[in-house]
């Protein structure tokens, strides 16, 4: 078995930005740190978060960019540029890159949702299953989800089960949660099921086999949660030569979904939740979800759309007594897709702690 990885929920979040505001970064006086009149002027909170996402849109774009290459972009040095990049990672601002496989015949995962009495004692157990490649206890329609690599049998009520399809997981805009339900309320407001036009956002390969061997499947273990891995140190590690790896990596987007995660305001500011509709305006919903400023994961698995979201607590939830109720724009914006028929069906649960397997 390989390395483990455990994060438990600490009202986390995973999110994209769009690269569009590059030219308006640059231009915006928030490189203060610069010398001012012979003085060096303490960069705010709010200059950071300005360069952190500069700094995701650049790693967005460009998954193994180099450290130098941010330093041009934030014009500063290599070593600060250096320091502000492990300082986005380790405060929570974003996620290095990361993959995950495609739903080809020989890389297909089979998808769980399970209710069981107990799920805190099943999940301990669930760790020594090989197959089993991720799994999370949740509070809501379902306690357990799981993913595993091949059909797996469980003491427990299966709610829902199926191939996975293809993940997709767009860049989230630059704009405020006010201004993401303010468009997203438009776009319900005015949806016409006669104008719906299908763009296939979600894809599946699953009777189509891709060339992956030995070698493949070592490198994508050591990529997996870090792209930006140096790539020496695999080369020596398990003899695979550069050619190898450079055009395993040229490759990577036709075998695997790249993608980087941002938190605007840190990963412990959002609630991880996970919504599972039925519709038969899957790509409304995929755009309609993707004006959330943080990361939107979408999948299918057998006929229904799942949406992972990393949600600002206020709009989904009352976090004291003097809330108003108008306020839970989430459960509101909802409503609203079951009364015009956008979706036939919705069932959510918040994820409490899972456990990812680099197997």
Same mark, same amino acid.
Request: hydrophobic share 35%; charged share 25%.
């Given at each position: ?13 995973? =999110? ?18 610069? +010398? ?7 960069? /705010? ?22 450290? /130098? ?9 290599? %070593?600060?540029?250096? %320091? ?41 157990? #669930?760790?020594?299953? @090989? ?14 989800? *799981?993913?595993? @690599? ?7 009520? *299966? ?6 399809? $293809?993940? =997709? ?8 949660? +006010? ?6 309320? @438009?776009?319900?407001? $005015? ?12 894809? /599946? ?7 992956? +061997? ?24 398990? =003899? ?42 899957? $790509? ?7 004006? #959330?400023? /943080?990361?939107?994961? !979408? ?16 709009? #989904? ?6 809330? +108003?109720?108008?306020?839970? =724009? !989430? ?29």
């Amino acid at each position: 078995m390989g390395k483990e990885i455990m994060l438990c929920r600490s009202s986390g979040n995973l =999110h994209f930005v769009a690269h569009s505001n590059r030219e308006t970064f640059l231009s915006i006086d928030c490189l203060k740190y610069v +010398d001012q009149g012979g003085e060096r002027v303490r960069l /705010t909170l709010e200059d950071k978060e300005r360069q952190y996402r500069a700094i995701y849109e650049a790693i967005f774009e460009t998954p193994r960019i180099s450290v /130098t290459d941010i330093a041009s972009l934030l014009r500063v040095t290599r %070593n600060t540029a250096s %320091n502000r990049l492990n300082e986005a990672f380790s405060l929570g601002y974003l996620s290095k890159s990361q993959i995950r496989k495609r739903s080809y015949a020989n890389m297909k995962e089979c998808v769980y949702f399970l209710t069981c009495r107990n799920p805190a004692e099943v999940f301990p157990k #669930l760790l020594q299953n @090989k197959d089993i490649v991720y799994h999370a206890v949740m509070s809501g329609f379902a306690t357990l989800w *799981v993913v595993a @690599k091949k059909e797996c049998d469980f003491d427990c009520d *299966v709610l829902v089960q199926g191939l996975r399809s $293809d993940y =997709h997981i767009p860049c989230a805009p630059d704009h405020s949660w +006010d201004k993401a339900f303010e468009i997203m309320q @438009k776009k319900v407001e $005015d949806f016409n099921p006669q104008n719906y036009e299908p763009k296939g956002f979600i894809r /599946t390969h699953w009777d189509n086999p891709v060339e992956w +061997d030995l070698g493949d499947e070592t490198l994508f273990k050591e990529f997996n949660y870090d792209l930006t891995k140096p790539i020496t140190p695999i080369i020596k590690k398990y =003899h695979i030569s550069w050619r190898k790896v450079e055009e395993w990596l040229k490759n990577l987007p036709d075998y695997c979904t790249v993608f980087t995660c941002f938190y605007p305001k840190t990963i412990s500011a959002y609630d991880p939740y996970l919504y599972i509709f039925e519709t038969d305006y899957e $790509d409304f919903l995929i755009g309609l979800f993707s004006e #959330l400023p /943080t990361t939107s994961w !979408f999948f299918k698995v057998s006929h229904r759309l799942f949406l992972y979201a990393h949600v600002k607590r206020e709009y #989904l939830r009352a976090v004291d007594s003097q809330t +108003d109720i108008r306020e839970l =724009h !989430f459960p509101f914006l909802v409503a609203e897709l079951l009364r015009k028929g956008v979706i036939r069906s919705e069932a959510h649960a918040v994820v409490e702690c899972y456990w990812n397997k680099a197997l």
